[in-house]
């Protein structure tokens, strides 16, 4: 089996790095200068192993794609793609709920190359610790189980252990809204409201995320792994977080580099309008939405917050 990362950015890069461990592995990005070295990875250059292209048709003649594009642009590039991607196994890495469609990644694939195999590749992983060989764990999500225990092995590596699961709903939801949640525990940190608050969003924030999740066929059990729980955990207490450090910036109220990928900002936004949809009540994902579209203070949100009527836990 041959394997590609489609999108070359600090991720797919750092994914690439580690897979070239197990052979040869083809790394396609759109920018020929960004290709070999990476900013946001000092000190990382590819390994011989790594074949880099600009070339869409050579990457994508490998069996196994890894997506490592923002979830935001993932709709397009498989709409502007399809021929070349339907009927292989695509294993998306993009952590965020699509925000024309209200659709995690695998709806987008299937819906888009509906010959693919659906895979998810998720849960706590910075990508300067897997680039730089720090051990990791990961889940990895099909609904196939034997495509999943043969991917399962084949994107494992030496520092590299993933963890099998059929639940692909609930993987992909974790990745995604633990990055809303995030934003919010970051928020609560940059404007000094202290480690009791932040505790108090990150578990009251899995409590949205696991009634979100089951309500749209997630196993609850998901959530309290590596792809939930483990994720939300890393991302609301490490600066390394984007999402963190961009709800720091807005609770402290300093300047954020726009360029830089934030997931939860535009999820936020999704999963407020999917809820409001549903019918569920999911109060922080709300916050976070009015606040990452500068229309809510912090500190109305937490009188908000704090506000609501008193309920069982
Ligand atoms: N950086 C990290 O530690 C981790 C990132 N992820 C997820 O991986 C995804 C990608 O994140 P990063 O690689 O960190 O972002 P990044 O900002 O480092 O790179 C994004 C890359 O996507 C490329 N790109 C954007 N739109 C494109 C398009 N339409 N066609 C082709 N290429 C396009 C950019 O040129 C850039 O190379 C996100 O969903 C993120 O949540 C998941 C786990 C860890
Ligand atoms: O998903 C991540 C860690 O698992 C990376 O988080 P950020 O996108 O917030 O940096």
């Not at 003649?61 to 709709?75: E, I, K, M, R, V």
């Not at 991917?151 to 590299?160: F, G």
Request: net charge neutral; charged share 15%.
């Amino acid at each position: 089996m041959t394997v590609s990362v489609l999108g070359a950015g600090a991720f797919g890069t750092a994914l690439a790095v580690t897979l070239a461990g197990n052979g040869p592995v083809t790394l396609w990005g759109r920018d020929a200068a960004k290709l070999r070295t990476n900013p946001k990875l000092p000190g990382v250059s590819l390994p011989p192993e790594v074949k880099a292209t600009t070339d869409l048709a050579k990457a994508t003649a490998a069996d196994t794609l890894l997506l490592a594009l923002p979830a935001q642009a993932l709709g397009a590039f498989l709409a502007d793609h399809a021929a070349l991607l339907d009927g292989k196994s695509l294993v998306n890495t993009a952590k965020g709920i699509d925000l024309t469609t209200l659709t995690g990644p695998s709806e987008l694939i299937r819906a888009a190359c509906p010959a693919a195999t659906v895979a998810v590749l998720t849960g706590p992983s910075f990508a300067a610790d897997i680039a730089c060989g720090l051990p990791t764990a990961l889940t990895l999500a099909c609904a196939d189980a034997d495509r999943g225990e043969a991917l399962q092995a084949e994107l494992s590596t030496q520092t590299l252990r993933l963890y099998r699961s059929t639940d692909v709903t609930g993987a992909e939801l974790g990745g995604a809204l633990k990055n809303v949640i995030a934003i919010a525990a970051g928020a609560v940190m940059g404007r000094q409201l202290g480690d009791s608050a932040r505790a108090a969003i990150i578990t009251r924030g899995f409590a949205e995320m696991t009634r979100l999740a089951t309500h749209l066929g997630a196993r609850a059990e998901t959530l309290t792994g590596l792809s939930g729980l483990g994720d939300l955990t890393l991302t609301c207490t490490s600066d390394q977080s984007r999402n963190y450090r961009f709800g720091f910036s807005l609770g402290a109220g300093t300047e954020f580099d726009s360029s830089t990928t934030v997931e939860g900002a535009a999820t936020a936004q999704a999963v407020a309008a999917l809820a409001g949809k549903l019918g569920l009540d999911l109060p922080i994902t709300a916050a976070v939405a009015g606040l990452v579209t500068r229309r809510v203070s912090v500190e109305k949100l937490m009188q908000q917050l704090l506000n609501r009527p008193l309920k069982d836990e």
